[in-house]
């Protein structure tokens, strides 16, 4: 397989330069073409491809064909792109991102996440992004946690030999939720360099135990691909920007602080009933959040959005609280 790489990213010298993408997991009721056309039209810079039935099925036929066709459209439309692969029912029509690392036979998972490796590798990807899962309660602690460490080296290598930056990101919920258990895991794999984390900001507020900047802070030197959206204290509910408790202007302060250049692509799975108008109102979010932060801090005259004080809280890590009986809400 193989497609013209997307144009070379900027460096990001403010937070106006922030280069920001959209997951097309919130477009799930459009054709890939059609949500491409639609994000590029609104002004986004890259997508956050999720491989799924619909968006460039791993399994289906045509493999080859299908990942030229859609480098093409990425280019036309001046898009860059990384890799996700949070499908819901793409293995296991049953259950749910099912069967994971930690199950007792990953097979599946393990070539579906190299397949994603070699689709990244083809569309010039920015990174591909995957997480641990969550562990079967039959399956001890110390079994998932080796399960998974092998299932990395794994994927490791494969994206070693492809020349593939690897996300990992730690999701509420899952063997890995917090940056302390992904530096564990980093350090367990013997701190391979493609082998970066990705940074959903949500998280950071749900339950990281630092200001949602800090956490920015925290992982600077290893941050490969950021997810944004809002999110309340303790509750994994992705949540349209205004409706949660950050702050996003410091927020996108730190990112340029911290020298990233990569896709700051919405996460927001829920909301393909309303893709186009959820994806305008995201862009002018983050377009004025941007224009305040490089605007320079806020006097204690201004006024502050609200739940802001409640992210910069140091408060310790709440119980998290699943917004659905599925326990995740991607």
Same mark, same amino acid.
């Given at each position: 397989?193989?497609?013209?790489?997307?144009?070379?990213?900027?460096?990001?010298?403010?937070?106006?330069?922030?280069?920001?993408?959209?997951?097309?997991?919130?477009?799930?009721?459009?054709?890939?073409?059609?949500?491409?056309?639609?994000?590029?039209?609104?002004?986004?810079?890259?997508?956050?491809?999720?491989?799924?039935?619909?968006? !460039?099925?791993?399994?289906?036929?045509?493999?080859?064909?299908?990942?030229?066709?859609?480098?093409?459209?990425?280019?036309?439309?001046?898009?860059?792109?990384?890799?996700?692969? =949070?499908?819901?029912? !793409?293995?296991?029509?049953?259950?749910?991102?099912?069967?994971?690392?930690?199950?007792?036979?990953?097979?599946?998972?393990?070539?579906?996440?190299?397949?994603?490796?070699?689709?990244?590798?083809?569309?010039?990807?920015?990174?591909?992004?995957?997480?641990?899962?969550?562990?079967p309660e039959a399956v001890s602690?110390?079994?998932?946690?080796?399960?998974?460490?092998?299932?990395?080296?794994? #994927?490791?290598?494969?994206?070693?030999?492809?020349?593939?930056?690897?996300?990992?990101?730690?999701?509420?919920?899952?063997?890995?939720?917090?940056?302390?258990?992904?530096?564990?895991?980093?350090?367990?794999?013997?701190?391979?360099?493609?082998?970066?984390?990705?940074?959903?900001?949500?998280?950071?507020?749900?339950?990281?135990?630092w200001p949602v900047p800090q956490?920015?802070?925290?992982?600077?030197?290893?941050?490969?691909?950021?997810?944004?959206?809002?999110?309340?204290? =303790?509750?994994?509910?992705?949540?349209?920007?205004?409706?949660?408790?950050?702050?996003?202007?410091?927020?996108?302060?730190?990112?340029?602080?911290?020298?990233?250049?990569?896709?700051?692509?919405?996460e927001l799975p829920r909301d393909?009933?309303?893709?186009?108008? #959820?994806?305008?109102?995201?862009?002018?979010?983050?377009?004025?959040?941007?224009?305040?932060?490089?605007?320079?801090?806020?006097?204690?005259?201004?006024?502050?959005?609200?739940?802001?004080?409640?992210?910069?809280?140091?408060?310790?890590?709440?119980?998290?609280?699943?917004?659905?009986?599925?326990?995740?809400?991607?």
């Amino acid at each position: 397989m193989t497609a013209p790489h997307p144009r070379p990213a900027p460096p990001a010298a403010d937070a106006t330069t922030l280069r920001l993408g959209y997951g097309t997991n919130g477009f799930a009721n459009h054709r890939l073409d059609d949500a491409l056309a639609v994000l590029a039209d609104l002004g986004y810079d890259g997508v956050a491809l999720t491989l799924d039935h619909d968006h !460039l099925d791993p399994f289906a036929p045509g493999l080859t064909r299908r990942v030229a066709a859609v480098g093409r459209r990425l280019n036309a439309l001046g898009l860059t792109v990384v890799i996700e692969t =949070g499908a819901r029912y !793409l293995l296991d029509p049953w259950h749910k991102h099912a069967p994971t690392l930690l199950h007792d036979d990953p097979t599946r998972r393990i070539e579906f996440l190299r397949r994603a490796v070699r689709i990244g590798a083809d569309l010039g990807a920015e990174a591909v992004s995957f997480w641990a899962g969550v562990r079967p309660e039959a399956v001890s602690p110390q079994c998932a946690w080796d399960r998974l460490v092998a299932g990395c080296a794994s #994927v490791v290598d494969a994206a070693d030999t492809a020349g593939v930056t690897l996300g990992f990101e730690p999701e509420p919920g899952m063997l890995v939720q917090d940056i302390a258990d992904w530096r564990r895991l980093r350090a367990a794999l013997g701190d391979p360099a493609r082998f970066g984390i990705t940074l959903d900001i949500g998280h950071c507020r749900c339950l990281e135990p630092w200001p949602v900047p800090q956490c920015v802070a925290e992982v600077a030197g290893h941050l490969v691909n950021v997810q944004i959206d809002d999110m309340r204290r =303790g509750v994994h509910e992705h949540l349209e920007f205004g409706d949660g408790e950050i702050d996003f202007p410091p927020v996108l302060t730190a990112l340029a602080d911290a020298g990233y250049h990569g896709l700051v692509a919405v996460e927001l799975p829920r909301d393909s009933h309303a893709a186009p108008a #959820v994806a305008a109102r995201s862009i002018e979010f983050l377009r004025a959040a941007a224009a305040t932060a490089a605007a320079g801090p806020r006097t204690t005259e201004d006024e502050v959005p609200p739940g802001a004080l409640c992210s910069a809280s140091t408060d310790a890590p709440a119980p998290v609280r699943f917004a659905d009986s599925g326990r995740r809400v991607e």
